[in-house]
């Protein structure tokens, strides 16, 4: 049986990169660059750079489908926690939110206990999530990448409803990012085969997590050093929905391939941007 159709998607994470004086020129040119309306595309710039981002893509003919995410969320709405942005603070400034990317578990000591609370309150919030998950290099040698990466997907996940009955299953709410930990920012990706393992992995935890359709509406994305050479083996894995993109996003030439490839998955798949 088909599952539900799955919409791809490229999302950049510009991480700790631009200023609000060139970000809006960046994330213009990348919209011109990757004009393809079968592709959700999604830019997270740092915080300080939300609002130029998201009025160079409203200025931007090619700019109005791009959408704006932010790199984090904190896990309360408000109160004394010096130098946090919460979910609620996004509106009007960004539609999309990444959580529990490594690099924050790695500085920040997140834990799957805190990032469970972020995504309940980014899903509050309306914010289409991407949560990230992934295995350390020597989880993956000892054979523990799938205990790890299903670990965390529970521990984010366990007991988060979707905003509703009605949208889990079609909605665009959670997406996941796939990014072992070895492969991000090192220039070393995994094999298509084994990021396509994973994606079945974190569905079938989706499943017994009580997500619609076993979570086959869940959008998996790979991460982890992608370039626009590399897109490829990964968005020939039809469980693969797209991809996650770190240094190579502030790149426009590199982003106009990885966009230019999830097209043509996009259209070979019939798949929907629209959430
Ligand atoms: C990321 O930041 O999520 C990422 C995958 O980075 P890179 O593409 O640079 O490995």
Redesign the pocket.
Known sequence: MMGPMRPVIVAG?W?MQTTPADAGELAATIARRTNEPDVVRVLCPPFVCLAAVRDALLAEPAGRDVAVGAQNVHHELAGAYTGEVSAPMLEGLATWA?VG???RRRDAGETDALINQKVRRARDAGLHLIL?VGEQLADREAGRAAAVVTAQVRGCLEGVEPPSPALDGRALWLTI?Y?PVW?????RTARGGDAAEMTSTIRHTLGGLGFAARGEAVPVLY?????SATIDEFLAETSIDG???????LKPDEMAGIVARAALTARSRGSQPSS
């Open positions: 994470n991480k990444i990317h490594s690099e990230c990012a990014e492969a991000i920012g090192t220039g991460g982890g050093s992608v370039t991809a996650l993109v770190g240094g190579a996003s």
